[in-house]
């Protein structure tokens, strides 16, 4: 009777712990499940990436700053100048934007340049070596509501303060720039302003990728060196054309759309084969007056150095920053289920 009752007590101890252990595991659980949906920042440095400048704080194994959450996986690398270098959507397991750690040269222009790809700005700018200057970079501790960095350069060298915070929320799509010009000098400095997103628009998407224009876009100019397949430089055609899809360019042309009557601040790319687009968002108030396409389409392997895509770039030919004057510019950039 009392080895039965020891048991039966025994039981009830052995089942309280596993009880006990099962609560508090399923605590650790769901404690880990919860930072896995939050936001995080890594660092790598395993990878060789190309010099494109003759400077001494170019790395042939520069750091790669990814912030994650459980939708995107997005890469900065700020040596090669470069905000965001790849911008990775898991749920449809792809890189949305162009890139390449060895480049070839292509000659754009009557000018030599690697094109690493990404999304970066025209300032700060090495004429030398027709380049984004090497950046530098830092974690933000503050990750209250998301993760963020601070790529950024400044110095007696460089005319402005350049600094870019990217910032990523937990279960969101998209990354967020706030890219700050300080004027800390007591002149009024000038400059040629834009930016450029290189769009992935390859096989590897579906060969089928189609650009839509922001809200109000009716009319594009041509921007061709010569007469070519588009038609001739100068020309004023409607919007849309056949060749705003990919497949449909038959060699590289390039056209431009003015910017200061659009309807919209919101240009789209879309991805057919995987029912996705990639949305560029920009401020309304920073005041873009136009905006520029290049892509040679299937054709980008007959010439050297040309890539599977669309470069995109937002232009203010010039940007006026007084004395002790910030000028802020806001961009977002996400994926989300198309059509």
Same mark, same amino acid.
């Given at each position: %009777? ?6 039966? %007590?025994?039981?009830?101890? *052995? ?88 480049? %070839?040269? *292509? ?28 950046? $530098? ?50 002149? $009024? ?40 397949? %588009?038609? $001739? ?25 003015? *910017? ?50 669309? *470069? ?28």
């Amino acid at each position: %009777m009392r080895n039965t009752r020891f048991k039966g %007590m025994l039981s009830i101890l *052995l089942l309280a712990v596993f009880c006990t252990v099962a609560f508090f595991g399923g605590l650790a659980v769901a404690k880990n499940n919860s930072n896995d949906r939050s936001c995080r920042v890594s660092i790598s440095n395993d990878q060789y990436v190309a010099p494109a400048a003759e400077l001494a704080s170019t790395k042939g194994n520069p750091d790669f700053v990814t912030l994650e959450n459980s939708v995107v996986k997005v890469t900065s690398l700020p040596n090669r100048g470069r905000l965001i270098f790849d911008y990775y959507y898991k749920p449809a397991e792809v890189s949305l934007l162009h890139n390449e750690t060895q480049p %070839m040269p *292509l000659e754009l222009d009557d000018n030599l340049f690697l094109e690493f790809g990404g999304y970066y700005t025209s300032y700060p700018w090495n004429q030398r070596s027709n380049q984004p200057y090497d950046l $530098e970079y830092r974690v933000n501790d503050d990750a209250s509501s998301g993760c963020s960095i601070t790529v950024f350069k400044s110095g007696e060298d460089f005319p402005l303060d350049f600094a870019t915070e990217l910032k990523l929320k937990p279960n969101d799509p998209a990354v967020y720039l706030e890219i700050e010009l300080s004027n800390p000098t007591e002149k $009024e400095r000038k400059i040629t302003w834009n930016d450029k997103l290189i769009v992935s628009a390859g096989e590897k998407l579906g060969g089928k990728a189609e650009l839509s224009l922001p809200e109000g876009i009716y009319k594009i100019a041509l921007n061709q060196n010569d007469s070519g397949w %588009m038609g $001739e430089e100068g020309k004023v055609l409607s919007w849309p054309q056949p060749w705003r899809k990919w497949e449909n360019f038959e060699a590289q042309g390039r056209f431009s759309v003015p *910017l200061e009557d659009s309807d919209g601040s919101k240009l789209k790319i879309y991805y057919p084969e995987k029912r996705i687009e990639l949305v560029k968002e920009w401020g309304k108030e920073d005041n873009y007056e136009k905006l520029y396409v290049l892509s040679w389409g299937p054709s980008y392997e007959d010439t050297l150095g040309a890539y599977p895509g669309f *470069l995109i770039s937002s232009v203010k030919p010039e940007l006026t920053v007084g004395p002790g004057e910030t000028k802020t510019f806001r961009i977002s950039l996400y994926a989300s289920e198309g059509r």
